[in-house]
């Protein structure tokens, strides 16, 4: 074990600076106390600094900009964040990945949380834990080498073409056929809410390769974007996540090398079931620190801020609430952490994964929308962090499986939905 550590920190120490494995267990030591510690190392803490600093200088300084100009630029953030390590950190070393296990990726997310907006983790999160998981698992070595390698370089940007405008909560449905013509696929059909559509360089994408029974019909498929017959037919205008750019996208007569399929034909729908673990991990503590940071905002402008005579904070309704919020926080953590630990072990943690995902979002939502009640009419301005997080962290509910897909695959786990036992 010690020299897997030394193996992979000396191969990573180049980009995110960890110190050598001798001081681990004393590091260890330190730390016992620390809640996150069923997770995380002092190993993580250091890739976080790392990210932070990055983060503090080449993105929050133009976050404001971007939001206004409803895109960022992702290929120059892809290339910052790819050559420190950053979009490929459990993926394979061989293919510039840091090897690590998935705890070093919940790291990242709860560090990209940190940007003031919902939209830039999000692109980044399809980057480095939606869109490259199956590839990663099940691509062969030169399917790897042609998309994986280049995204996680940052060279490209990677986008998720799941969702139809048919069916986007139920994924079985979901129509875009590719058709065996010779060594090519021949691609029709279109994908709706796609994340980073408008500047992606290739698509994980979810088809349908047969007729078979809905489960066993369908493939993933690394679609270059730049191809005839790709068409980006509109930049979607949405309520929050402005900084990211969500696209609908036609295709029509594409063709694509049948040697650009993800695995084996057939096992798409089940290989994007698991990739959706991991993005609804990921996406769960992505929300931690917008929770806490939002809560600690509010604390500090209902402090200062007078009603009455007295702080907006020291009415007891407002402390209350805000006590009850970071309690929930803390549950929402404990769940993420255990779920997490479970699945750096190889246990199925669909069922945690869900119920993680589906509290997280549903406690997003509470806490913005408490706090920014607690802001009075400066919570309805665009000048306040509150207002950003409550329009992006509206997604949460509906993207990567709505609460009710979250509900009902947890009912499944539970036995209890009728006719199904
Ligand atoms: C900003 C944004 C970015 C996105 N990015 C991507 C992306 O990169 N790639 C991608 O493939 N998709 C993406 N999506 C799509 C997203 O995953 C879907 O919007 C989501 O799965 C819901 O699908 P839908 O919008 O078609 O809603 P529908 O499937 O029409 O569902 C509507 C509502 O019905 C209810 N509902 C659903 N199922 C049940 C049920 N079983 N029981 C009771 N009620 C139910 C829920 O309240 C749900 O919100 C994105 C969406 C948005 C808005």
Redesign the pocket.
């Known amino acids: 074990m010690a020299a897997c550590w030394c193996r992979l920190f000396l191969r990573s120490r180049g980009r995110f600076g960890l110190r050598c494995c001798s001081q681990k267990a004393a590091r260890h030591m330190d730390s016992v106390s620390r809640p996150q510690d069923i997770i995380y190392t002092q190993e993580h803490d250091s890739l976080r600094d790392s990210l932070r600093k990055i983060i503090e200088k080449k993105i929050i300084p133009f976050v404001d900009k971007w939001e206004e100009a409803r895109a960022f630029p992702a290929h120059t953030i892809f290339k910052i964040l790819g050559q420190a390590g950053f979009l490929g950190v459990n993926k394979p070393i061989e293919y510039g990945g840091l090897g690590l296990d998935f705890s070093y990726n919940i790291a990242v997310a709860e560090e990209l949380g940190n940007i003031p907006c919902g939209g830039i983790p999000m692109a980044i999160g ?1 980057q480095s834990d939606m869109a490259t998981p199956a590839l990663a698992r099940f691509g062969s070595d030169e399917l790897k080498r042609q998309f994986l390698t280049p995204t996680i370089a940052g060279d490209m940007v990677a ?5 139809e405008v048919e ?4 994924v079985a449905n979901i129509k875009t056929k590719a058709v065996k013509h010779g060594d090519d696929y021949i691609i029709n059909g279109g ?1 709706m ?3 980073n559509g408008c500047q992606a360089d290739w698509m994980c994408l979810l088809a349908n390769t047969s007729d078979g029974p809905l489960h066993k019909s369908k493939s993933l498929i690394c679609l270059p974007m730049k191809l005839p017959g790709v068409q980006v037919a509109k930049k979607i205008d ?1 309520l929050g ?1 402005w900084s990211s750019d ?1 696209a609908q996208i036609f295709f029509e007569d594409v063709r694509v090398p049948r040697k650009y399929l993800i695995g084996e034909e057939g096992m798409g729908f089940t290989y994007q079931m698991l990739q959706f673990q991991e993005e609804r991990m990921w996406a769960v503590a992505a929300m931690l620190a917008p929770l806490q940071n939002i809560i600690q905002e509010t604390i500090e402008y209902t402090r200062q801020r007078k009603v009455f005579g007295q702080p907006v904070l020291h009415n007891q309704t407002v402390h209350f609430r805000l006590a009850e919020l970071e309690t929930e926080v803390e549950l929402v953590r404990s769940l993420l952490y255990r779920c997490v630990a479970q699945y750096i072990q190889g246990n199925d943690t669909t069922k945690l994964a869900s119920m993680a995902k589906l509290k997280a979002a549903r406690l997003v939502r509470e806490v913005t929308d408490s706090c920014l009640q607690f802001w009075g009419g400066m919570g309805f301005t665009n000048e306040v962090l509150v207002s950003r997080l409550y329009r992006d962290m509206r ?1 949460m509910s ?8 979250m509900l ?1 695959i947890i009912c499944k786990y539970m036995g209890t939905i009728p006719g199904k036992n």
Request: aromatic share 4%.
């Open positions: 399809v986008c998720l073409g799941v969702s069916a986007g909560s139920d994908k809410w796609i994340t949405k996540m969500t997604l509906i993207g990567a499986g709505a609460d009710e897909v009902s």
